[in-house]
């Protein structure tokens, strides 16, 4: 068996999807609000339903790989209870919510034939984000 190890430059940032249901609609509105106030990440549309590969509502959160060690403790911390799927982007959708992945949380079921029709190149793209930002109260 061959082993194959992939250089970590091919990580274009990182994508967070926060996944909740009815119930804990709002409790996701307020990590939401509270982690936008923290940290200057690229925040997605708010599904309140099953959308591309989620089986369930969610929103998502890009951020860079240099904000990664900032983002992902906090949400550790703050998750509320909710699951939380992130992810590398290196270009490979399927293979970035799969294998690449970490749960914070319960995993959740995703539909990997969607992930699997999507266009490399689009996901592919590196994506301008904004710098960390660092506020006091984020770290109370």
Known sequence: MTVV???IAVIRGYRAHVCFDPSTR?????VRQALTGCFAVQVGVFHDGPGGPHSSG????GFTPGQ?????????L???GLDVLVHPLTGDEAGDHVHRAMWLGTP??????????????AAARSESQPALLTQDSCND
């Open 5 to 7: 190890f992939h250089n």
């Open 26 to 30: 709002a409790t996701a509105l307020a």
């Open 58 to 61: 969610s929103f998502q959160l």
């Open 68 to 76: 990664f060690d900032h983002v992902v403790p906090w949400l550790m």
């Open 78 to 80: 703050n998750r509320q």
């Open 108 to 121: 959740q079921p995703l539909d990997i034939d969607f992930l699997r029709s999507l266009p490399a190149a």
